[in-house]
């Protein structure tokens, strides 16, 4: 849930940034483009499961074996926290944070109440 709220929050200082940075303000584009990633991600997310389940011999409504249940317990912890700390590399990149926003857009001459 977090993730998601910070995303969103995200969205109009990567607006201002492309602004800023080309010199034309792309605000539906930008957010059509993360929308359009979001479900994406949800599509090939039940996809990857599906075919993981599938992949360590999952069977609905019977007893697994232990490679499935290692697959399952993959699937839901180790998974997820792959993802978890890749975003976490990735997030240790952004470096738009309230200082230099606040200096881009003094450049810009765009005024905004703090």
Avoid at 25 to 35: E, L, Q
Avoid at 41 to 60: K, R, S
Avoid at 94 to 105: F, G, Q, T
């Amino acid at each position: 849930g977090a993730s998601a709220s910070m995303l969103y929050g995200m969205i109009p200082d990567v607006v201002d940034y492309t602004q800023f940075i080309h010199g034309k303000r792309a605000s539906g584009f930008i957010s059509a483009a993360v929308n359009f990633m979001l479900k994406m991600g949800m599509a090939l997310g039940v996809a990857l499961v599906g075919w993981l389940l599938e992949a360590t011999g999952y069977v609905a409504n019977a007893v697994q074996s232990m490679s499935t249940i290692v697959g399952l317990k993959s699937l839901f912890a180790l998974l997820p926290g792959a993802f978890a700390l890749m975003a976490f590399i990735f997030l240790c990149f952004y470096r738009l944070d309230k200082k230099s926003h606040a200096e881009m857009l003094d450049k810009m001459n765009i005024q905004v109440n703090n």
